[in-house]
């Protein structure tokens, strides 16, 4: 059927993601052949948008809930290729830059940075794609 043929090329990774009670209309992540795309992690606190703390907190945040969809796919930070992210404010570089390099100590993926507003009071969100063949080669 369908479903079968879908499973082939597509994989959901993980619960699904619930904002302040709310189901989101996204996945965690989506395996895709080789590749694992992580959907923008936001910073997170008690289920809810982390709204306080330093570029610094926010960013490890982020990056430990990486770590858990990560894992959920098999994958480790290691496997990361490609990661884009999303600062509030361009001072806030260095501190995310610090805590960021601490995550990917060698080979680490490459990456775009960009200066956004946000839909929330954040002040950090990271996407990744990571890439690790399946056992079956594919």
Not at 26 to 37: K, Y
Not at 92 to 118: H, K
């Amino acid at each position: 059927g369908v479903k079968t043929v879908l499973k082939q090329f597509k994989e959901i990774i993980g619960e699904p993601l619930v904002i302040n009670g709310r189901q989101l209309s996204l996945s965690r992540a989506v395996r895709a052949g080789e590749l694992i795309f992580l959907t923008g992690q936001i910073p997170m606190q008690n289920g809810a948008p982390m709204t306080d703390g330093s570029i610094e907190d926010q960013t490890r945040a982020c990056l430990e809930a990486i770590g858990d969809t990560l894992r959920a796919a098999g994958c480790d930070y290691a496997d990361v290729v490609k990661s884009t992210i999303w600062l509030k404010s361009r001072e806030d570089f260095p501190g995310f830059n610090a805590v960021y390099g601490a995550y990917f100590p060698e080979g680490p993926p490459a990456r775009l940075t960009l200066v956004s507003e946000f839909l929330v009071d954040i002040r950090v969100e990271i996407e990744c794609i990571a890439y690790k063949p399946t056992e079956d080669g594919g």
